[in-house]
């Protein structure tokens, strides 16, 4: 009897549980260079951020109080240029201040200039230059608090977390110039298949008969740089048991993971499975999911093995699914489970797979989601015109106007 296929949850369940104790190591990196890497230790702020009281505008420092006995006129008794410690604010003056300058002490408000105007220096002897406020300020306008984005000993970035562009600014606004962040995964990545050239070796006019490019390695390049893998490219494995094995186990040396697409089904020209057999173990899974039936998971020594299938749809689909939380997992990274939003279908899938199906679909300009026409699992044209996936549980049948769980590529790819 042929065993039933595992229920994608319960294969990531185990691919999870398979990463207990599996650690990367951490290193500290120039904030510079820490795009795309995941912060291995909590940051707190040694500090406040903005560090003093500072002006929003461009204008004048008072104290509103000094309003009322002033008739609006002020002397200008100090002028603040960013960058620079004032003095205490003299009473019954105001300050000439500037964006990001400190606010003096004894004044609580800004006056933009715009609402202010210089008065004409009528008495020689008035050394000060007077301005005319025209409008009545309340207290604290204009003015940006002393740790108003980030107070001191605040927590402002955790463990786990992928820093982008936002997250590096943050660390710099406390000072930061070096983080420490989890080592890249090593990833080794190989094809398989003697059908595969290489574009560039073989020019499209000239292909031999039987022959394909080979497609997945590109992607696959592409999906683990982006989720931040240190890829090394082993190219094309011959559909040898011999070559296959010293291959793999080369790799295994050096790397965390050996990623290959192609060669675990259960055809004689398969040797990938019994390769990985005979250094390692392995978890071969029939994972009820279309596209991507075939997928194997093992060891070899301390190194993680993953087949995928060869397919190139299957291939691309069962990575977004399964390795990507698994090599996010691996770097400690917090995710979510795969989220999806339910939109509506504006297509019909009348005959539904008994697996879990993954459509490749697209947004439409009246909100809802086209399928593109051929769902066949080595079209990469679907994935090329889609923008994302609906999952679609077993079995599940789809009217035009039905909710369905729309993942977007995008969400997909970091
Ligand atoms: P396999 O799993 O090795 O039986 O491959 C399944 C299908 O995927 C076959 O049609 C292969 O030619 C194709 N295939 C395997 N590897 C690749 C690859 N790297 N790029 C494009 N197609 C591939
Ligand atoms: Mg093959």
């Known amino acids: 009897m042929r065993k039933p296929l595992l229920p994608l949850e319960t294969a990531l369940a185990q691919l999870l549980a398979s990463l207990e104790g599996h650690q990367l190591g951490t290193q500290w990196v120039a904030t510079m260079q820490a795009d795309g890497r995941v912060l291995a ?45 004032p003095q205490a ?26 609402d202010c105007a210089e008065l004409p220096v009528s008495n020689p002897q008035d050394t000060l230059l007077r301005i005319q406020v025209n409008h009545t300020p309340s207290i604290g306008q204009w003015i940006r608090h002393s740790g108003e984005d980030v107070s001191k000993g605040e927590l402002v970035l955790t463990a786990g977390q992928r820093l982008g562009p936002a997250e590096l600014g943050m660390a710099a606004s406390i000072g930061l110039a070096q983080l420490r962040v989890v080592c890249k995964p090593r990833v080794a990545l190989f094809s398989t298949g003697d059908e595969l050239v290489m574009p560039g070796d073989i020019d499209p006019q000239a292909m031999p008969a039987g022959a394909i490019y080979n497609s997945n390695r590109f992607f ?5 740089q982006r989720l931040g893998c240190e890829v090394t490219d082993f190219g094309i494995i011959p559909d040898q048991r011999e070559a296959t094995v010293e291959a793999l186990r080369l790799a295994a040396d050096s790397n965390d993971l050996v990623l290959t697409s192609g060669g675990v089904s259960v055809g004689e020209e398969d040797h990938v499975k019994p ?14 999911i279309k596209p991507g039936k075939p997928f194997a998971h093992g060891r070899i020594g301390a190194c993680h093995f ?3 299938p060869g397919n190139p749809v299957s291939s691309f689909v069962t990575f977004l699914v399964l390795v990507r939380p698994f090599l996010q997992r ?20 009348p005959r539904p ?42 079995g599940q049948s789809i009217r035009h106007g039905d909710q369905v769980p729309f993942v977007a590529f995008n969400d997909l790819y970091g």
């Open 330 to 349: 691996m770097q400690g990274v917090h995710q979510a489970p795969l989220q999806s939003t339910a939109m509506r279908a504006d297509f019909d899938w």
């Open 41 to 85: 230790q909590d940051v707190s702020s040694q500090l406040q951020v903005p560090p003093q009281d500072n002006s929003s505008m461009d204008g004048y420092a008072i104290k509103v109080a000094d309003l009322a006995a002033s008739n609006g006129i002020f002397p200008v008794s100090q002028r603040i240029p960013a960058g620079t410690n």
């Open 353 to 394: 797979d008994k697996r879990q199906e993954f459509l490749r679909v697209r947004r439409n300009a009246h909100g809802g989601l086209d399928l593109f026409p051929n769902q066949s699992s080595g079209v990469l044209s679907s994935v090329v015109w889609g923008e994302g996936l609906v999952d679609n549980p077993a």
């Open 89 to 114: 604010l003299l009473p019954g003056t105001a300050a000439r201040i500037f964006t990001g300058a400190p606010i003096p002490f004894g004044a609580d408000a800004v006056i933009m200039q715009e």
């Open 306 to 308: 993953i087949g995928l």
């Open 220 to 224: 696959l390049n592409s999906l683990l």
């Open 275 to 288: 390769a990985v057999q005979s250094l390692g173990q392995l978890d071969l899974w029939q994972i009820a």
